[in-house]
């Protein structure tokens, strides 16, 4: 008789356990996968520190992934690019890389992380935000964006605590659209969008003028010196810089782009997670209300509500709305692979006693069969889990507490 697991959300059968086979997988390549996996410290280097995307991969984590699965010109493919996180580091180590998003401002992201710049125009750079940095001032005008206004991405800025910080922010997208570098531009948008999230997302004191005006340059280097690590890393390397698409997994099986690149040899990415709220595309502001100014700093028009980038909303029980979406992108992924291909998915869940079996069963109906690690022995389900510092996310309305740990689900074709 097949067990069931019953909860106060969901009543769902759980299949019966299965022996998974093992990966093909020396024991030191696998500890190496192992110890990456666990490898807690902050992120750091190439271009990761341009922007604090939600949920972002850990660059030691996915480096370590793509080193074990893939050598040099391999193609690596993320259909869940996020921050852009894979690309940046398969680039660095010369393979082929691919990634898509539904997110146009994902898609901003990750195609500002892979301008690389030499030390010249570095400089350059931080000198360019200098001068926008210096047209931020309450007693100049504030430029005119009334379609970005209309359309209500200075929505809840407009309080007497942060209108100057949406002046400050539109003073300095204005000057931004004056340059002529579209690099250059790109890297400063992305120097605002950082600058801006430190002084509005979450936070009760806001900074003052000059404090975002300081912040700004700072953001300019930081994001110049990984511009700067990012083009020394790439110099040797004889590969294109990664595609980056803005679409859904679902269907990437008939995009041109995908089809031409051939089947990747590692498939790595980190879907939504089921049940866990995770604001991918707005900030919070003054409690718990949305802004969705990102959008317009970065140029980018905002897709929909937070059920268009979680593939579902997390209130009706099954989830049945993100597990059909995740079977069809599956099957996607399973039609441009190939027996060389190996997908590595990192996820967490707001109750994995039913979500991961049903997750693993949605898999294999899709045509992936999940393998395991020997070195893992008999650790818990003998599956790689990882455990995620300063997660804060709430995995319901109810505010039961997800996403600080994650597992990192390996899968090969079963056909």
Not at 81 to 98: C, S
Not at 355 to 368: F, I, K, M, N
Request: proline share 7%.
């Amino acid at each position: 008789m097949t067990p069931t697991v019953r909860s106060a959300a969901i009543i769902q059968p759980i299949p019966a356990p299965v022996m998974a086979p093992l990966l093909p997988l020396d024991h030191d390549a696998q500890l190496a996968l192992i110890a990456g996996a666990r490898d807690a410290k902050p992120v750091e280097g190439l271009t990761h520190c341009h922007y604090n995307y939600p949920a972002r991969f850990s660059p030691q984590m996915v480096g370590q992934i793509i080193e074990t699965f893939t050598r040099p010109g391999d193609l690596v493919f993320d259909p869940y690019v996020g921050g852009g996180t894979t690309l940046v580091e398969a680039f660095a180590r010369g393979r082929k890389a691919i990634g898509s998003d539904i997110s146009t401002l994902a898609e901003f992201v990750t195609r500002t992380k892979l301008v690389s710049l030499n030390p010249t125009d570095a400089e350059r750079f931080e000198a360019t935000v200098r001068t926008v940095a210096s047209k931020i001032h309450m007693n100049l005008p504030e430029p005119s964006f009334d379609d970005w206004a209309q359309l209500g991405y200075f929505r809840n800025l407009g309080s007497k605590n942060r209108w100057r910080l949406r002046k400050a922010i539109a003073q300095a997208v204005g000057a931004i659209e004056q340059l002529d570098d579209p690099s250059h531009e790109a890297l400063a948008r992305c120097a605002v969008l950082r600058t801006a999230h430190w002084a509005l997302d979450g936070r009760k004191k806001l900074p003052t003028t000059d404090e975002f005006r300081a912040m700004l340059e700072c953001s300019a280097g930081i994001i110049a010196r990984g511009a700067v690590q990012l083009y020394h890393a790439v110099e040797d390397h004889r590969v294109l810089p990664p595609q980056v698409l803005n679409r859904s997994i679902i269907g990437v099986d008939e995009d041109a782009a995908v089809i031409k690149a051939g089947a990747p040899r590692l498939i790595v990415t980190s879907p939504p997670y089921p049940g866990v709220h995770v604001l991918y595309h707005r900030w919070q502001v003054d409690g718990r209300k949305e802004s969705p100014a990102p959008f317009f700093i970065a140029k980018a028009l905002d897709g929909s509500g937070e059920t268009y980038y979680t593939m579902g909303g997390r209130s009706k029980p099954g989830l049945p709305t993100y597990f059909s979406q995740l079977d069809a992108g599956l099957r996607s992924l399973a039609n441009i692979a190939d027996n060389q291909t190996t997908l590595v998915q990192v996820v967490a869940f707001a109750e994995p006693e039913w979500q991961l079996a049903r997750y693993l069963s949605v898999a294999a109906e899709a045509g992936w069969e999940e393998v395991k690690l020997s070195a893992l022995g008999e650790q818990e389900d003998g599956r790689l889990w990882r455990a995620v510092p300063n997660r804060k996310w709430h995995a319901t309305s109810r505010g039961k507490t997800g996403g600080a740990r994650e597992v990192v689900l390996l899968h090969r074709l079963n056909r």
